[in-house]
């Protein structure tokens, strides 16, 4: 059975707003990384809109946005690549090497991670969320950044019960950014 991680920004103040924690060049290389390893992305419809919007080779222009820098190439490369399915009961297709999930969220996702490979990778807030109430994720990835935001949603609000995690591997970075990945006590 393949795992299903998660990892997501966070400011030190629990604030999951990706404008409140901005990463810099060795997190957007960490984090291509991590989806290179995964044989496809999760993600609920907001997030796939988001990261399509952001990060999907240009057309025929072939030109990038003003804001990305060329140490964030590899980043988009690797997140253009990737296999996705995206959870959405509202959108009537998508693109982007995508595929739509629909109907029972927790029979779904279980039919995903029965399938051999290496392992299944989300991130955003609301799926997350949904997926940790059902007991989906197998390693919780929490990249901390030394800000404190002050504003913004929070990491899980809403969640009906606690969640108990084992510490598996922390990684400091010259940002002061912290990297802690976790495991569901079970």
Not at 71 to 98: E, G
């Amino acid at each position: 059975m393949r795992p299903l991680r998660y990892s997501i920004n966070v400011t030190l103040d629990g604030c999951v707003d990706h404008r409140a924690g901005i990463p810099d060049e060795e997190l957007h290389r960490r984090a291509a990384e991590s989806i290179a390893r995964a044989d496809a992305l999760l993600f609920g419809r907001v997030i796939y809109q988001m990261m399509e919007e952001a990060w999907r080779e240009p057309g025929r222009t072939g030109v990038r946005p003003d804001w990305m820098a060329p140490w964030m190439m590899p980043f988009a490369r690797t997140i253009d690549a990737a296999k996705k399915y995206v959870v959405s009961s509202t959108l009537a297709r998508v693109d982007w090497n995508a595929e739509l999930l629909r109907g029972d969220l927790e029979a779904a996702v279980r039919r995903l991670k029965e399938q051999p490979g290496s392992g299944l990778f989300t991130g955003g807030v609301t799926l997350p969320l949904a997926l940790a109430e059902l007991d989906l994720i197998d390693e919780y990835e929490f990249v901390v950044h030394p800000v404190v935001a002050g504003h913004g949603p929070t990491l899980f609000a809403g969640l009906s019960r606690r969640l108990e995690l084992k510490l598996v591997d922390r990684v400091e970075y010259a940002s002061g950014t912290v990297a802690m990945r976790y495991v569901p006590k079970r």
